[in-house]
């Protein structure tokens, strides 16, 4: 019963920031990526930024310099810290992520059930 407990979204102006967060709960051994992706109307979902395992990182183009990810891996948790937020933003944001779950391999895979970020004057 591996679960990913998404917050933060929420409405605001442009410019202005929120901080996402993804909770995991369960038997969790490892994490081998977590991160987070968005789902528009009418648009294809996009990779917004993941953390992999060893820490390194990748984002989208389109938010390099204003995301960051960051993690708290005592409590299987990953933020996402997103500053100088435009109305392109406004997405539904889904965490996606990926774990070892014992100690020989066997990993578990899957989302949570989304946070709604919306950017508008």
């Known amino acids: 019963q591996v679960q990913l407990v998404e917050s933060g979204g929420g409405l605001v102006q442009p410019g202005g920031s929120l901080r996402l967060s993804c909770a995991a709960s369960g038997s969790i051994f490892g994490i081998n990526h977590m991160g987070w992706y968005r789902q528009t109307p009418g648009k294809e979902r996009e990779l917004v930024a993941i953390?992999?395992?060893?820490?390194?990182?990748n984002y989208a183009d389109s938010v390099k310099g204003r995301f960051t990810l960051s993690s708290d891996n005592t409590k299987n948790t990953v933020f996402l810290q997103m500053n100088s937020l435009k109305p392109e933003d406004t997405a539904v944001y889904h965490c996606n992520a990926e774990f070892n779950i014992d100690l020989i391999g066997s990993t578990w895979h899957g989302w949570g059930q989304g946070t709604p970020v919306t950017v508008s004057p």
């Open positions: 953390m992999t395992r060893g820490g390194g990182t």
